[in-house]
């Protein structure tokens, strides 16, 4: 496959913080690739490097073969941008800022036809300030394809939007993909980039710590696998430390988790726990998943 982002060694440090600590990958025409991170991993220093909103200390960034520092006005006409945060004019309408912002452009996708595709279709005529939060992030989705990008960037995509809007941004994102663009997102949501990414870079203290397929992410990393179940509280959990495939339990209340590995893990526990006379209530299996990855690399401590 054709790199169509290109990152070589990436360097960028803001007094004694280092943000960016020699960053390489590349990104390939047609995938949808994400990037995520803990709060303040390096994840919008370095999207931002890219698209030639800041400049590197060391190492190199190419899109489209180009230099996004020097060719800022040719790549403007190829490529999609939607900030992790943006503002409009309070007063500004929605068909103004369509016209507007198309007008920066040689050529244009049909404004209101967007506007259609993400719901807003009878905003035409709202000021910014009149639209809510989730209308406002649809309305930058919309301006950043404008142009009709080969690339588009999504910083924090479905930030502030419903759980239903959300789902309906995942299947635009597929839809542009299809429509022959390739998408470049950042988010803190593990399952939208399970569900939407071909591949995924981890960045922790502004360090790659992992760059593949989410399945294999998950699948190479060894990360647990999950029993719940419920048990009433004043009965005592017999011991599985006996079990090689369990490696702990965790009870809180009622709830109980028994994590552990191997294809006959889920299997050996119930049978244990069963001869041992115990009624599991409301069992369920949960495999790992991408959060899992996330979480095992990047640790589990609060970050600001």
Known sequence: MQP??????????YEDLKAVDDVS???YSGEIFGMVGPNGAGKTTTIEIIEGLRKADSGSARVL????????????????VQLQQSALPPRLRVVEALELFGSFYRQQADGKELLK????????????????????QRLFICMALLNKPELVFFDELTTGLDPQARRSMWGLVQEIRQGGATIFLTTHFMEEAERLCDRVLILDHGKVVALD?????VGGLGVEKRLV??????QALPSLDGLPAVSRVERSGSRVI??????????????????EGVDLVD????????EDVFLKLTGREMRE
């Open 283 to 290: 069992l369920r299996t949960e495999q790992a998943n991408l």
């Open 25 to 27: 990958f590349e990104v």
């Open 65 to 80: 073969g180009m230099d996004p520092t020097q060719s800022r006005e040719e790549l403007a006409e190829r490529v999609g």
């Open 4 to 13: 169509i982002v290109q990152v070589e060694h990436l360097q960028k440090s």
């Open 229 to 234: 179940f419920t048990l009433p509280e004043e």
């Open 258 to 275: 028994v994590y552990g590995q191997g294809r006959r893990f889920a299997s050996s526990v119930v049978v244990a726990l069963e001869d």
């Open 117 to 136: 595709r993400l719901g807003l279709e009878d905003k035409l005529n709202a000021p910014y300030a009149k639209l809510s939060g989730g209308q406002q």
């Open 213 to 217: 397929t989410p399945e294999a992410l």
